[in-house]
């Protein structure tokens, strides 16, 4: 079952950053000229670093790439348990280019992860994240191991609180609706 989440990383930035000036980065469009620039663009702006780098929202995004994408002890709890955004530095080091492409292409992953944002990306620009990511070398810790559901995790953690499922089956039919 698919979750929604209304209150999503990306909005807590917009709200951090609804106040701060804007700082200027130069789109890079051509992945083909310049992959790794292209990378770094593509991970910028598709909120990458928004779960997968520690401390990132709260600097507004003014992080030196050296410590991109070097995994975060945020859990993000909900009914799937508690899941932890990956050391894509450490990550990475384990595939070769190839072995990324197949995997990024077929990604499936627990919440929070937005797994089929990466799935829609091109084979280029899935190309670019690597190059990118592997041009900044292994950096890190491995983030926290996931934990089952039903499991308090420590602090800190982001929680999604469901409403109870509406009965369903003949016991709800016989409840005479409003
Ligand atoms: C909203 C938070 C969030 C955003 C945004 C996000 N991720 Fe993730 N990502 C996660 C979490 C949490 C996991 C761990 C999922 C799990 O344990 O099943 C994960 C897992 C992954 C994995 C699997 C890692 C592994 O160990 O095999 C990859 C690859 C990945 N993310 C890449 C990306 C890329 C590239 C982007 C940007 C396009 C991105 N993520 C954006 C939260 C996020």
């Known amino acids: 079952m698919p979750y929604r989440f209304p209150v999503s990383a990306a909005l807590l930035a917009a709200a951090l950053t609804a106040c701060q000036p804007a700082t200027q980065h130069t789109p890079v469009a051509d992945a ?60 990475l080091q384990e595939m070769d280019e190839a072995q990324w492409l197949e995997y990024s292409a077929h990604l499936r992953t627990r919440p929070i992860m937005p797994d089929f944002s990466l799935r829609a990306m091109t084979a280029e620009d899935r ?21 089952p559901p039903g499991q308090t995790p420590p602090a800190p953690y982001f929680g999604l609180v469901l409403p109870p499922e509406a009965p369903t089956g003949p016991a709800a039919a016989a409840v005479p609706a409003n």
């Open 32 to 91: 083909g000229a310049n992959p790794i620039a292209r990378g770094e663009y593509l991970v910028r702006t598709a909120g990458c670093n928004d779960c997968h780098t520690a401390g990132y929202i709260e600097s507004q995004g003014e992080m030196d790439t050296a410590q991109w994408l070097t995994g975060s002890p945020m859990g993000y709890h909900g009914p799937w348990g508690t899941t932890y955004a990956s050391n894509l530095r450490l990550r």
């Open 127 to 147: 190309r670019a994240i690597y190059r990118f990511v592997r041009s900044l070398g292994p950096a890190g810790v491995a983030a926290p191991a996931a934990l």
